[in-house]
């Protein structure tokens, strides 16, 4: 079984940043493909980024690029999100998850998720 465990999500500011933290208390995060989505109120589901089991490969949707930044911490068996220049559109539950691949659109199915950590841009 794949449990994940989010974390890291809080009130913040605009242009205030956050770190996402996944981790993995029953399986080695880097033999998988992981990656986050989010979920706001009244929208569809959007993957944000993703990172190859490997590591040597980052993917992210479009407007996060430049302001988020996903790595591996194989020595803690961790996944994180790094947000910086968080703007209120960024608002949502974010739900880290074992993709079937990383891929350029940050569009594939996921094999198993967290229970989500939700984020709160407001001033």
């Known amino acids: 079984q794949l449990q994940l465990v989010d974390s890291g999500g809080g009130l913040v500011q605009p242009g205030g940043s956050l770190r996402l933290s996944c981790a993995a208390p029953?399986?080695?995060?880097?033999?998988?493909?992981i990656g986050w989505y989010r979920q706001a109120p009244g929208k569809e589901r959007e993957g944000v980024s993703c990172?190859?089991?490997?590591?040597?490969?980052?993917n992210y949707v479009d407007s996060v690029k430049g302001r988020f930044t996903i790595s591996r911490d194989n020595a803690k068996n961790t996944v994180l999100l790094q947000m910086n220049s968080l703007r209120p559109e960024d608002t949502g539950v974010y739900y880290c998850?074992?993709?079937?691949?990383?891929?350029?659109?940050?569009?594939?199915?996921?094999?198993?998720r967290g229970r989500g950590t939700l984020v709160t841009v407001s001033s």
């Open positions: 998850a074992v993709f079937y691949l990383c891929d350029s659109t940050v569009t594939s199915g996921v094999r198993s």
């Open positions: 990172i190859s089991s490997s590591g040597s490969s980052t």
């Open positions: 029953g399986f080695t995060l880097d033999h998988y493909a």
